[in-house]
């Protein structure tokens, strides 16, 4: 397929069900006339769902960005906790099981199964201690996915996703 074939114009016979709008904004494809268009919004559509499954299969990937062989334990402040879409953070300044000062950052499940699972919203604050156990990141140094988290309380929170070896709701 040529640059220009694929190109957006207004050449090309559209089904009436189009009127005056220009569907090749939606998809190149559509640029042609009416014997390519069947199989080109085929084409289409099995482009879009086929991206679409592979962002929704990487964002839930726990084995693609945290390593299950390397657990971390970190005891310290709360820095800042962030409830977002599609996964809360958590950030630790504290001391790891070497004594060493860092600063933490703890990748969480969706504030939505965080709630399901005890979590409130506020409950945790800047300045709490806490001890968070998870899983270290495969590629960036001192992330981890929470696993436990322990709040001020003494209470023990499952912090993870779905996918977090040690989730409690597991199937």
Known sequence: MSARSARCTNRGT???SFGTKRPAKLCPLFARGDSTLKMNKTLCAAAVLFLTTIRVSAHHAFA?????KK???????????QWTNPHAWLYV???D????ATRWAFEMG?????????????ELKKGDRVAVDGYASKNR??????????LPNGQKLFGGFASTPGNPTAK
Not at 64 to 68: G, H, L
Not at 110 to 122: A, F, M, Y
């Open 97 to 100: 099981v070497n004594g060493t």
């Open 141 to 150: 140094a001192n992330v981890a996915n929470a696993r436990t988290v322990t």
């Open 14 to 16: 559209y089904p009436p």
């Open 71 to 81: 657990a971390v334990i970190v005891s310290g402040i709360v820095s800042a906790i």
């Open 110 to 122: 969706s504030p939505g199964s965080l709630v399901n699972r005890g979590w409130k919203k506020g």
């Open 64 to 68: 693609a960005e945290y390593d299950e």
């Open 93 to 95: 300044s504290g001391r």
